[in-house]
């Protein structure tokens, strides 16, 4: 009889780190787990109001630690000790850290652990929007077109404009800051014992979509293009080292350290690792043309293409295409919204602030009683809302709204942008308020759909992933009808680590190459929501009035 092969996959997601423990013979999950971050839970090291989000890297140390044992211990520590060949990790990005030349993110040196500066950057932090907008200006007086792969635009979201900015920001912390690691490639650091950055095996999918790296200038753009950009960044270029690799291939084994400390074998085989979205479309099955949707706090768009089909065509307005970025051999590109679960989030906890403080205020309230109120409203309120949403389709007036609560990813990236809601009357309510912004989310997809066709990038059928999806049918109809094509949702209810899975089977030789493994271990899709024509002509309409909006919007923030 064949020994059994088993694989982890470890997904780092905004709120949480999962492990699922997969049979790589068929990909049934054998155990999961899940961690919530407590300094993230807590709001530590993070002012909304600054568009400021950090996460300490004790909150993945301790969350590694703890979803991997716990699976160890549902299957028996003997049976995983044998079993286990490899593991592979997807996390949010771009979400670096400032690292000293050991590999060492500052905020696990003495006399750092409370600096943000100090701690990973998560994706979702916008701090740095006047250093993207500098980097934009000296990129468009280049002689070579150093944006060109990453859609034109350089966002604050990602790599060297979060460096950038905590160089300028943090004058004490610059003699401490070796390189610039994104959180993707530090756990697999880790994880096999690095201890000289140097040594560091980086993603190509993170290079790529965030750091500008590209096959076609031979690796980054020269230290002469980032000291342009500004002084404090000369050198940082050839700091940050390490060959660029596909997630398919090892990172190394574990390290005796992390062996013991998960109950696992050195012999386990670490993968490269990548972005969530990218990981969760190899989880989710994707095929050439088929955009994937990774539908979360955010949303995360992946399309592959055969590379010969791609030749000549540079997409812009996106968040980049990179050769082997998600599926090795094919282009990988990337789009997205900065907002989508967070919109509607967002929605609910307007709605919950008289629960939330005055509630509790009520002298004829038991404390405790107005607490499990609250709780209790807010995990029903999203779902109650799409309910009644649904029951009222036919009603005419719902306001129109434009969805970058967050700002804008995609098309052309502008993280200065806002929201904005009109239409609004005595009758307006909150259930019409929400489905302006379930409708403005679904119209940020369709805008995403178009940024790739108008390009000649077909887009042939959508892939619904991640918890929005699975859970939220009116929204799903609804992005059906506004993007008047079927939309398939996947059946594996943690698509990015099954993905992780299926690229550690890769490295660990148990597949030669991930399409093998996505066949053998992809769970297949269970749903499928069809365009409705009498609702596509209604919401087409409605679509004219959002890009109109947008327009406004975004010619009123930059006038002033």
Known sequence: MNKAQWVFGIDYGTDSVRAVLVDTANGSELATAVFVYPRWRDKLYCDPSAHQYRQHPLDYIEGLESVVRSCVEQVGEKAAQENVVGLGIDTT???????????????????????????????????????????NAFAATQPVDYLQFVGGVYSSEWFWAKL???????????????????????????????????????????????????????????????????????????????????????????SREWAERLRLSERVVVSVGAFDAHIGAVGGQIAPYQLSKVMGTSTCDILVAPAA?????????????????????????????????????????????????????LNHVDADLAKQWASGIRDQLIAVLSEEAQRREAKAHVPIAVDWLNGRRTP????????????LDLGTDAVDIFRAWAEATCFGARSIVECFVSQGVPVKGVIG?????????????????????????????????????????????????????MQAMGQGFDQEYRPRPDRVAVLDQRYQQFKQLGKFVEQTIHSH
């Open 412 to 423: 052309f990236a502008d993280q200065e942008l806002k929201a904005a809601l009109i239409g």
């Open 309 to 361: 089909d791609m030749q000549g065509k540079v997409v812009k307005g996106i968040c980049g295409q990179v050769h082997g970025s998600v599926v090795p051999g094919m282009i990988g590109m990337e789009a997205g919204q900065s907002a989508f679960g967070d919109t509607y989030a967002w929605w609910r906890d307007v709605l919950l602030w008289p629960l939330q403080h005055v509630l509790p205020g």
């Open 164 to 254: 950038l900015h905590v160089l300028r920001n943090h004058v004490e912390l610059r003699p401490h800051i070796y390189s610039w690691v994104e959180h993707c490639d530090w756990m697999p650091f880790l994880l096999t014992g690095g201890k000289d950055v140097r040594m560091l095996k980086r993603s190509v999918c993170a290079a790529g979509h965030k750091a500008l790296w590209a096959e076609e200038f031979g690796g980054w753009p020269p230290d002469s293009f980032f000291a342009g950009i500004d002084p404090l960044l000369q050198g940082f270029r050839d700091r940050v080292v390490g060959e660029a690799l596909t997630a398919d291939r090892p990172a190394g084994r574990l």
């Open 465 to 517: 992933l991640g918890g929005v999806a699975r859970k939220s049918p009116y929204i799903m109809q609804l992005m059906a009808d506004v993007l008047n094509m079927p939309l398939r949702i996947h059946r594996a209810e943690h698509t990015c680590a099954s993905g992780a899975a299926m690229f550690a089977a890769t490295a660990a030789g148990v597949y030669p190459n991930v399409e093998l493994a």
């Open 93 to 135: 990005g771009s979400t670096p850290v400032a690292v000293n030349v050991e590999g060492v993110p500052l905020a696990l040196l003495p006399g750092f652990e409370e600096e943000p500066d100090a701690m990973f950057i998560l994706w979702k932090d916008h701090t740095a929007v006047k250093e993207a907008a500098d980097i």
